[in-house]
Nanobody, 121 residues
Framework: QVQLVESGGGLVQAGGSLRLSCAAS????????MGWSRQAPGKERELVAA????????YYTDSVKGRFTISRDVAKNTVYLQMNSLKPEDTAVYYC??????????????WGQGTQVTVSS
């Protein structure tokens, strides 16, 4: 059974930083891309960042470019999202996801349960 477990969310002041982690288990994730998406109240879910299996390819939505960094540790089956210079508009539930290949859409095979990130002004 595949499991993606996020951690690292919380409450932070604007301008602060958080590091989200997502531990994957239950299968071999060779050739699987990973992504982080978020959903704020009343808004549609959006893909925030994605990374290919080799980490040779990454994607960031425009609003987080230069502030967020996605990375992965293949040996640990873990993907990270370093979030700096956080803004109140970054407040959302953040979800980790996995799929074969590399996708810039929300079409992922596996999803985590989500972790809340709240940025106060």
């Amino acid at each position: 059974q595949v499991q993606l477990v996020e951690s690292g969310g919380g409450l932070v002041q604007a301008g602060g930083s958080l590091r989200l982690s997502c531990a994957a288990s239950g299968r071999t994730f060779s050739n699987y891309g990973m992504g982080w998406s978020r959903q704020a109240p009343g808004k549609e879910r959006e893909l925030v960042a994605a990374i290919s299996w080799s980490a040779g390819s990454t994607y960031y939505t425009d609003s987080v470019k230069g502030r967020f960094t996605i990375s992965r540790d293949v040996a640990k089956n873990t993907v990270y999202l370093q979030m700096n210079s956080l803004k109140p508009e970054d407040t959302a539930v953040y979800y980790c996801a996995a799929r074969r290949g590399f996708s810039l859409t929300l079409e992922y095979d596996y999803w985590g349960q989500g972790t809340q990130v709240t940025v106060s002004s």
